[in-house]
T-cell receptor, first 111, second 112 residues
């Protein structure tokens, strides 16, 4: 079975802190994705990556950056966390053109 | 640009009755359509997909979905609902070589 793991299930940070969310997949998938999920808004794509060291902006990249130094790992970075970034963050991976497999999510609260 | 509409925020159904969760989409070219389910405090789980072929797609946990090109719909169905089907359901679409676009989700509540 494909496994996508995220470094934390729950995270509490203060406004202005730099926040790292880590995602690791174990199935050698080329594609990796970061979404945020908010009630009534569904899932919105922040960034995605089709290969190591490649990244593409999604629908809401402002305030975020990403890093993909290794194929299995895709990190989401909040350079200076703000309260409007309080959300559930979901990581996913897939083979090219195939369905996405999701991690359990990280619920981030920014105070 | 592609988009997905799930017109119902909430669907309530009695256990044992058939259920339908609606989804319509807009995409340029041939659509790749997906349904996912999310249980409380969990990530999304893949249910089924339509890429090409038979319009009726069967998936996990007894769910199926029917692709209707003329109505641009991909409704999720199950003949007999279980209480354990209660969850948040997401429809998603993409064109070839583009990321998935998700609907806003429909909360299904199955009442015993």
């Amino acid at each position: 079975d494909v496994k996508v793991t995220q470094s934390s299930r729950y995270l509490v940070k203060r406004t202005g802190e730099k926040v790292f969310l880590e995602c690791v997949q174990d199935m050698d998938h080329e594609n990796m994705f970061w979404y945020r999920q908010d009630p009534g808004l569904g899932l919105r794509l922040i960034y995605f990556s089709y290969d190591v060291k490649m990244k593409e902006k999604g629908d809401i990249p402002e305030g975020y950056s990403v890093s993909r130094e290794k194929k299995e790992r895709f990190s989401l970075i909040l350079e200076s966390a703000s309260t409007n970034q309080t959300s559930m963050y979901l990581c996913a991976s897939s083979l090219l053109g195939d369905e996405q497999f999701f991690g359990p999510g990280t619920r981030l609260t920014v105070l | 640009a592609q988009s997905v509409a799930q017109p119902e925020d909430q669907v309530n159904v009695a256990e044992g009755n058939p259920l339908t969760v609606k989804c319509t989409y807009s995409v340029s070219g041939n659509p790749y359509l997906f349904w996912y389910v999310q249980y409380p405090n969990r990530g999304l789980q893949f249910l089924l997909k339509y890429i090409t072929g038979d319009n009726l797609v069967k998936g996990s946990y007894g769910f199926e979905a029917e692709f209707n090109k003329s109505q641009t719909s991909f409704h999720l169905k199950k003949p007999s609902a279980l209480v354990s089907d209660s969850a948040l359901y997401f429809c998603a679409v993409r064109a070839s070589n583009t990321p998935l676009v998700f609907g806003k989700g429909t909360r299904l509540s199955v009442i015993a």
